[in-house]
C-alpha cells in the first residue's frame, strides 16, 4: 500500500464552523506534512509531525490545529476560518523528518469557505 | 535559503515531441525532487535524486550536483502527459519535507 488517502475531497463550510480534514497512510512512514496550496501557486508547507510529535509549525494561524492520534493519521482541525484559508490543502508522508527520501502525497481536500 | 528556478514556465508541445524542463538552486543539497500535479489534483513524486541519472518508463531526470542544475525528460511526450512539473529541493537547514518548490512549468502535450 503506497497510498495517502485523503479525506473528504471537497469541503465547503462558512467562517463559524468547525471542520476537520483527515490524511492516512499505512507505509509506516514516521513523517507527515500538511501543506496549503493557492492556485497557480507552489505549495507551502504548514506543519510537520515526526513520530506523532509537532516538529515545525510554519507560523499557521491558530485557526488552524493539527493532531497525530497515531503513527498513520494526521488530523488538520479547522475553526473560524475566513475566506483567503480556501485553498487545497495537501497531506505528505516520508519514511522519516530527516532523512533523504521520496515524498508520497494525497489526491488533496479542497477546502471553500465562505 | 534556497531558491529554486524552473524554465519554462510553460511549455505547449506536440504529440511525440521530446521534452525538456529544466531546475536550478543556490544551495548545497541531499536530494531533488521532481512532482507531477494535473489540473486540481494531488502531486505524484516522479523522482528523488541526489546524483546521476534515473530513468522511469518515458522520463528520464538529470542532476549535475557541481552545476546545481537538474532535467527533466519527457520521450515520446501523449497529451497524458499534460500537468505542471514542479521542481522541489530542502529548505536550507530544513527536513526533507520542508521543500522549497519551484514556480512549476505547465507542460500541454497536443495531439
Known amino acids: 500500500d503506497t497510498e495517502v488517502t485523503q479525506t473528504p475531497k471537497h469541503l465547503v463550510m462558512g467562517m463559524t464552523n468547525k471542520k476537520s480534514l483527515k490524511c492516512e497512510q499505512h507505509m509506516g512512514h514516521r513523517a507527515m506534512y500538511w501543506y496549503k496550496q493557492k492556485a497557480k501557486k507552489p505549495p507551502e508547507l504548514m506543519f510537520v509531525?515526526?513520530?506523532?510529535?509537532?516538529?515545525i509549525n510554519e507560523s499557521v494561524p491558530s485557526r488552524f490545529s493539527p493532531e497525530c492520534p497515531n503513527s498513520s493519521l494526521l488530523n488538520l482541525h479547522l475553526h473560524a476560518l475566513q475566506p483567503e484559508d480556501s485553498a487545497l490543502y495537501l497531506c505528505a508522508s516520508s519514511q522519516e523528518f530527516t532523512l533523504p527520501g521520496e515524498l508520497f502525497f494525497g489526491e488533496g481536500s479542497r477546502l471553500t469557505v465562505l | 535559503k534556497n531558491e529554486v528556478e524552473q524554465s519554462p514556465q510553460n511549455l505547449t508541445a506536440q504529440e511525440g515531441e521530446f521534452i525538456t524542463i529544466n531546475c536550478s538552486y543556490s544551495v548545497g543539497i541531499s536530494a531533488l525532487h521532481w512532482l507531477q500535479q494535473h489540473p486540481g489534483g494531488g502531486i505524484v513524486s516522479l523522482f528523488m535524486?541526489?546524483?546521476g541519472k534515473k530513468k522511469h518508463g518515458r522520463l528520464i531526470a538529470t542532476i549535475n550536483i557541481q552545476e546545481k542544475h537538474s532535467s527533466l525528460h519527457i520521450t515520446a511526450s501523449h497529451p497524458r502527459d499534460s500537468a505542471v512539473y514542479i521542481c522541489?529541493?530542502?529548505?536550507?537547514?530544513?527536513?526533507?519535507?520542508?521543500?522549497?518548490f519551484g514556480k512549476g512549468t505547465k507542460l500541454s502535450v497536443k495531439p
Open positions: 535524486l541526489s546524483s
Open positions: 509531525y515526526s513520530y506523532e510529535k509537532l516538529s
Open positions: 522541489a529541493v530542502p529548505s536550507k537547514g530544513g527536513s526533507q519535507g520542508n521543500l522549497i
